[in-house]
Nanobody, 128 residues
């Protein structure tokens, strides 16, 4: 079955950096679009970033543009989220998602409902 396993979360001071990883199994990773979402306490899950399959085109939520970078290593079945200049408002549980839908446009890839599989999440806490 499909499994997505996130890692790399933790506690960091404002201005610091973290690198999240998501290891995928049970799917054809090279043809699967991947995304990162996050959820703060009491809030809905929010789109963070997504990356296309082969070409690796990226798209980011407005709140993280210029600070976060999504990338993928198809040989390792892994997608990464490099987070720099972290702010307290970046605190939350970060989830990795995978979608098998190949015809989604950029906007549709920001919707949680369009992802078929999710990881268990990894906690990121940014202290002020």
């Amino acid at each position: 079955q499909v499994q997505l396993v996130e890692s790399g979360g933790g506690l960091v001071q404002a201005g610091g950096s973290l690198r999240l990883s998501c290891l995928a199994s049970g799917l054809t990773f090279i043809t699967t679009r991947m995304g990162w979402f996050r959820q703060a306490p009491g809030k809905e899950r929010e789109f963070v970033a997504r990356i296309s399959s082969r070409a690796g085109f990226t798209y980011y939520g407005d709140s993280v543009k210029g600070r976060f970078t999504i990338s993928r290593d198809n040989a390792k079945n892994t997608v990464y989220l490099e987070m720099n200049s972290l702010k307290p408002e970046d605190t939350g549980v970060y989830y990795c998602g995978a979608t098998s839908q190949s015809l989604l446009n950029i906007k549709e890839m920001t919707y949680e409902k369009n992802y078929d599989y999710w990881g268990q999440g990894t906690q990121v806490t940014v202290s002020s």
